[in-house]
């Protein structure tokens, strides 16, 4: 038995010793080591689909992006700011005609509405007294000019273009003046034209600043100076531009941010009559808050109609499922850029468990470096202001004076990326995901990604009115001047 083993032993050396060296022997070797790298191929595949299995945001259930698609570029496309006036554009005269001007609305409608009104004392040729900002509106603001704004830095950098004043001389503090309600979206014949009011007053008082330009068809050098108004002449107070840059810098140290608009903000619900997603007696609630406020026009509004047109503001959860669908990491850090959100917690939990790293002003620094802001609703919008414009990616989850101010303002600044969510077509996707029809996945990633493909702040002419509008009605129809200021304000050159 034990030579019957020693020979088996032997053959098997023998044999495998005379494989090595035949030809044919280095072909069944390749075989054998093919077999060898299909085996191995195998079983790390196997670990990979249990590695999905066990975390489903892994592989083939996590939308990868790159991150230029995610931040965009800071090479703003080419283009550059151009404000300078053109050879034609002459000094202001020392006229002793004066314009008054109350403001009126929130922080940014009252700031385009000043720069509109600039640009009208230009077509007028007459002095501007600063402005009185509005007291009565919904937020009960007592700020003054200065409180808000730089007015000393105001009135210098305006000095190339108008003649601006603190007060009116003593002499017409009691004068008659000219009480004149403008035309909205008039053009620069129309206040040329209206300058015959001064024939018989030498003050003429504005109630309302708002949208009292076109946004199209004025001579270039007053659009330009609209622009600078805005973005230049329009600089905050010094101590709200301290605070909002160490707010910005608070942001920066902890990487990329998102300024997120979240207009989830009782006023704006009531206003719109969105109640999706509220309780019976929170959507009671917003009813009679609109009933009562007088200068709403719109009483009865339907809700589901309102959502799936398009008209509501985003919900916390619907801004979750967007920013996850276009790729954005859970680890994403999100500056909330809004007043007191309806619902508190109940609602911005759905928001925090997408993206836990949601932070607000008062998370950032401490609270007696805020305190004296917070009370004054204009002032604690201009930090928000701030960080807005400055972040890496700004996101308003509806359209209104605030989305349009700092979209057009990053578009001035270099396209800085903007996303503006397409909420009708999310609202379709949002139902399917309700319905179950669709997961949140890969799926719903590229549809979301292919909706928003041309919705991100890069360059374009602005908007004229929609087809089939007509009239004076046309213009309310028409893209914010302040809202895409190319291409009076924004140039490819570098010459400006």
């Not at 083939?60 to 550059?80: I, P, R, T």
């Not at 404000?83 to 006229?95: C, G, I, L, M, N």
């Not at 009679?288 to 109609?305: A, F, L, Y």
Request: hydrophobic share 35%.
């Amino acid at each position: 038995m034990a030579g019957n083993g020693r020979d088996r032993r032997l053959h098997a050396r023998t044999t495998l010793a005379s494989f090595r060296f035949r030809p044919s022997s280095a072909f069944f070797l390749s075989i054998l080591l093919l077999l060898a790298i299909f085996t191995g191929a195998l079983f790390l595949s196997q670990r990979q689909i249990s590695a999905v299995d066990r975390d489903p945001f892994s592989h083939a259930n996590h939308f990868q992006v790159s991150e230029e698609k995610l931040w965009g570029s800071s090479l703003g496309y080419g283009y550059h700011p151009c404000v300078k006036p053109t050879s034609k554009y002459s000094a202001p005269q020392d006229w002793v005609r004066y314009i008054t001007v109350k403001s009126n609305g929130g922080l940014n409608q009252m700031r385009t509405g000043i720069s509109d009104m600039v640009a009208v004392a230009r077509l007028m040729n007459a002095t501007l007294v600063i402005p009185q900002l509005d007291k009565r509106s919904f937020w009960q603001d007592t700020s003054t000019f200065e409180d808000i704004f730089d007015e000393a830095y105001f009135i210098e950098t305006l000095k190339g273009d108008i003649r601006v004043v603190k007060e009116l001389p003593k002499e017409l503090e009691s004068a008659p003046r000219a009480r004149k309600h403008f035309t909205s979206w008039s053009g620069s014949a129309y206040y040329e034209e209206m300058a015959r009011l001064f024939k018989d007053n030498k003050v003429i008082h504005v109630p309302k600043s708002d949208s009292r330009l076109a946004n199209n068809d004025l001579p270039l050098d007053i659009q330009r100076l609209r622009c600078r108004t805005l973005y230049q002449a329009l600089r905050f107070a010094s101590p709200i531009e301290t605070l909002g840059k160490k707010l910005v810098a608070q942001l920066r140290s902890k990487g990329r941010y998102i300024a997120l608009h979240l207009r989830y903000e009782k006023d704006m619900l009531s206003f719109t009559g969105c109640t999706y997603g509220l309780t019976n007696q929170e959507a009671e609630e917003l009813k009679v808050m609109r009933e009562n406020t007088n200068h709403w026009k719109m009483k009865g509004i339907n809700s589901t109609e309102q959502r799936i047109g398009g008209f509501c503001p985003l919900t916390p959860k619907e801004v979750g499922i967007f920013l996850k669908a276009l790729g954005y990491p859970k680890s994403t850090w999100i500056y909330l850029a809004a007043g007191e959100i309806y619902g508190g917690d109940v609602y911005l939990s759905d928001l925090r468990s997408y993206f836990p790293n949601l932070v607000t002003k008062e998370m950032l620094v401490q609270k007696k470096e805020l305190q004296k802001f917070m009370k004054h609703a204009s002032q604690a919008a201009a930090l928000d202001y701030i960080i807005s414009v400055e972040s890496d990616v700004f996101v308003p989850s509806y359209t209104g004076n605030m989305a349009r101010a700092v979209e057009g303002h990053r578009r001035f600044l270099g396209h800085r990326k903007t996303i503006t969510p397409d909420r009708k077509g999310l609202v379709e996707l949002f139902d399917l995901i309700e319905k179950g029809e669709i997961e949140e996945g890969p799926q719903l990633s590229s549809l979301v990604s292919q909706m928003h493909k041309y919705r991100q702040g890069t360059p374009r002419k602005r908007y004229g009115s929609l087809p089939g509008s007509k009239g004076r009605a046309r213009l309310r129809t028409e893209e914010s001047f302040y809202e895409n200021p190319l291409p009076e304000c924004i140039c490819l050159t570098k010459n400006h």
